[in-house]
């Protein structure tokens, strides 16, 4: 099973338009039992730019692949680089309001679980237990020789003592933590190996071409299973990650609710589609289920 491919999705226009009153997802909430998914449109107004959404990355930048990762030394130069210096940008955002009204929800029991499809860790900063991280996180690293994990602290550590003059000024921040720079910028960026054995260090995500582990998929299978109704937020689902539990959901007569700004791969599936910022959408549901957010 291959993930995150980089693939094309035209949006067709044979669906009306998504609507404005976020009444719907209040009633599903209310009823508890609601699994969230969200995507990379829930942390956009944290600083952290989307792929697909206006202005998205994927209009000036090629995420990195697995076979390019594990394939090419000068690939790994270019990744570490770039993830290092967006890095010191990525690791500072911080949870936004929609980060923290799901953790509002989940803390009043209305969640059955939260899957994000996110590396950013701003779910688990807002409060919110038990998240499954589905593409993995970027604050670990893991060693593709020997298996070790690490903290992207300590790496951010050696990797800033062995490139002490590296500091170029980058073109923006992608979605998975790297910034934009030339090859002339990267230089003879010093990539470093495993401490343990000098093996080939990878953040614990999964890149683009890469399979998301089966009992992780598994679990998410589960959630979707066990819950009430699936809630999206802020995810193009342009690729199968997310939208395989879209359509399990509805295949089991489950509501499907989504909220993103722009047409979703999944909106044929949906009992609601709601065209709202997810900050302001959100607060909106907290308000007329009278849950108070913390600020």
Same mark, same amino acid.
């Given at each position: 099973?291959?993930?995150?491919?980089?693939?094309?999705?035209?949006?067709?226009?044979?669906?009306?338009?998504?609507?404005?009153?976020?009444?719907?997802?209040?009633?599903?909430?209310?009823?508890? &039992?609601?699994?969230?998914?969200?995507?990379?449109? %829930?942390?956009?107004?944290?600083? %952290?730019?989307?792929?697909?959404?206006?202005?998205?990355?994927?209009?000036?930048?090629?995420?990195?692949?697995?076979?390019?990762?594990?394939?090419?030394? #000068?690939?790994?130069? @270019?990744?570490?680089?770039?993830?290092? $210096?967006?890095?010191?940008?990525?690791?500072?955002?911080?949870?936004?309001?929609?980060?923290?009204?799901?953790?509002?929800?989940?803390?009043?029991?209305?969640?059955?679980?939260?899957?994000? =499809?996110?590396?950013?860790?701003?779910? =688990?900063?807002?409060?919110?237990?038990?998240?499954?991280?589905?593409?993995?996180?970027?604050?670990? *690293?893991?060693?593709?020789?020997?298996?070790?994990?690490?903290?992207?602290?300590?790496?951010?550590?050696?990797?800033?003592?062995?490139?002490?003059?590296?500091?170029? +000024?980058?073109?923006?921040?992608?979605?998975? &933590?790297?910034?934009?720079?030339?090859?002339? #910028? *990267?230089?003879?960026?010093?990539?470093?190996?495993?401490?343990?054995?000098?093996?080939?260090?990878?953040?614990?995500? +999964?890149?683009?071409?890469?399979? +998301?582990?089966?009992? @992780?998929?598994?679990?998410?299978?589960?959630?979707?299973?066990?819950?009430?109704?699936?809630?999206?937020?802020?995810?193009?689902?342009?690729?199968?990650?997310?939208? @395989?539990?879209?359509? #399990?959901?509805? #295949?089991?007569?489950?509501?499907?609710? %989504?909220?993103?700004?722009?047409?979703?791969?999944?909106?044929?599936?949906?009992?609601?589609?709601?065209?709202?910022?997810? &900050?302001?959408?959100?607060?909106? *549901?907290?308000? =007329? $289920?009278?849950?108070?957010?913390?600020?």
């Amino acid at each position: 099973m291959r993930m995150r491919p980089t693939l094309s999705w035209t949006p067709t226009d044979d669906l009306p338009p998504g609507g404005t009153d976020p009444g719907p997802v209040a009633d599903a909430l209310g009823a508890g &039992g609601v699994l969230v998914l969200s995507g990379a449109g %829930i942390s956009t107004e944290s600083g %952290i730019p989307d792929y697909r959404g206006e202005g998205g990355s994927l209009s000036r930048h090629s995420p990195m692949t697995y076979q390019d990762f594990t394939a090419d030394a #000068q690939a790994r130069r @270019r990744y570490w680089a770039r993830s290092h $210096l967006g890095w010191r940008t990525f690791g500072r955002a911080r949870p936004n309001a929609g980060h923290r009204t799901v953790a509002a929800f989940g803390r009043h029991g209305l969640l059955s679980g939260v899957i994000t =499809q996110n590396v950013d860790g701003l779910h =688990q900063a807002a409060g919110s237990e038990d998240v499954v991280e589905l593409h993995g996180s970027l604050d670990r *690293v893991v060693c593709l020789s020997c298996g070790a994990f690490s903290p992207r602290r300590e790496l951010g550590r050696r990797l800033a003592e062995a490139n002490a003059d590296f500091a170029p +000024v980058a073109a923006g921040l992608n979605p998975d &933590g790297d910034a934009d720079l030339t090859d002339e #910028q *990267v230089g003879d960026f010093r990539v470093m190996p495993c401490a343990l054995c000098g093996g080939i260090l990878k953040p614990d995500v +999964v890149f683009f071409g890469e399979a +998301v582990p089966p009992g @992780r998929v598994e679990h998410c299978r589960r959630l979707v299973r066990e819950a009430a109704s699936l809630l999206v937020l802020g995810s193009s689902l342009t690729v199968m990650s997310g939208l @395989r539990f879209v359509r #399990q959901a509805d #295949q089991a007569g489950k509501p499907v609710l %989504i909220v993103n700004q722009g047409p979703t791969r999944g909106d044929r599936h949906a009992a609601t589609r709601i065209a709202l910022p997810l &900050g302001a959408a959100l607060t909106t *549901v907290a308000d =007329q $289920l009278g849950i108070p957010v913390d600020n």
